[in-house]
């Protein structure tokens, strides 16, 4: 890949109504992870109408990383995968993380 290019992590997901507890604590602990690997967050969106199609995705975010190694590694961590279960109950369906590049 080109050095000049932004690498991109879009995560999309469900939050679960009937758990905030777990989302909120998800959502704090996964922030000191993303740091770690050097994510910069771009910016957080909260799904105001879903006009085409029908996943329901409720918030979105987008953070850069340095480069697409930094993202495989984080995913791989154990830090992150430690939040697995935290993660099923913070979300009522799976959390899709998208590696992009523009």
Sequence with gaps: MQEDK???????????PDDVFSYNSYVFQIASIFNLYRAVNVCRYRTI???????????????????????????????FNALNDLREKAYTKTVDYLICIN
């Design 49 to 79: 109408e879903q006009v085409i199609g029908n996943s329901g995705v409720k918030t979105t975010a987008i953070f850069t990383f340095p480069d697409v190694t930094a993202i495989k590694d984080m995913l791989a961590s154990p830090e």
């Design 6 to 16: 932004n690498i991109y992590l879009i995560v999309s997901a469900i939050p679960n």
